[in-house]
């Protein structure tokens, strides 16, 4: 879970997992929650309810930056949902200085095994919406991307021989800070 790399780092630092899945919330909840790490069974394309869940007003001050991550997560949003909405509904409630992270399967870099993805979420309850790299950066609205900006999430030469260097190559990701 993406909440232990974190704390890992600063063991003062507060966390809010938000995830739908009662399964993923439960094994959350075992073994990472704290009085600094809350497990919110909720639902992303709502942000106006996560953002008015007690956890996230108990552990998240709205007035200080805040790291908001969504890795690997948007392209299980379809489009009928709306999710330039729903991120833009997150950006606006940030205060400066916060980093928005995404990562994110894309539809144009490696579309053999896109397909087969998308195979195997088609036998699911879940839709996969890999997207193009533009609508991949339009999630970032206006706040600059940091860094190299918008990249292959794991470049060839830096997989590791254990990892499917063709699967690595699945999507882009990127960071960006909000102006002050
Ligand atoms: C590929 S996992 C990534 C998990 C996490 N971001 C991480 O890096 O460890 C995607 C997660 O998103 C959750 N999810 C899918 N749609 C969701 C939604 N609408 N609201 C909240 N969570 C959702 C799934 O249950 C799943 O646990």
Redesign the pocket.
């Given at each position: 879970?993406?909440t232990a790399v974190p704390e890992g780092i600063n063991p003062d630092v507060k966390v809010v997992y938000?995830?739908?899945?009662p399964v993923?919330c439960i094994h959350g909840r075992a073994l990472l929650a704290s009085d600094q790490v809350a497990i919110v069974q909720?639902?992303?394309?709502k942000p106006y309810e996560i953002l008015a869940d007690p956890a996230v007003q108990r552990l998240i001050d709205p007035g200080a930056p805040v790291g908001i991550?969504m890795?690997?997560?948007l392209h299980?949003?379809a489009d009928s949902d709306t999710p330039q909405d729903m991120v833009a509904g997150y950006r606006k409630a940030a205060a400066p200085g916060s980093v928005l992270a995404i990562s994110h399967a894309a539809n144009d870099a490696r579309p053999e095994y896109v397909g087969r993805i998308s195979a195997i979420y088609q036998r699911a309850n879940?839709p996969f919406t890999p997207r193009s790299r533009a609508d991949i950066n339009a999630f970032f609205g206006d706040w600059p991307l940091d860094g190299p900006g918008l990249v292959n999430m794991w470049p060839y030469a830096e997989v590791p021989a254990d990892v499917d260097a063709d699967l690595a190559q699945l999507g882009y990701s990127s960071v960006a800070v909000k102006p002050a």
């Open positions: 879970m993406t938000v995830d739908l899945d993923v909720g639902d992303v394309r991550l890795m690997f997560l299980l949003i879940t």
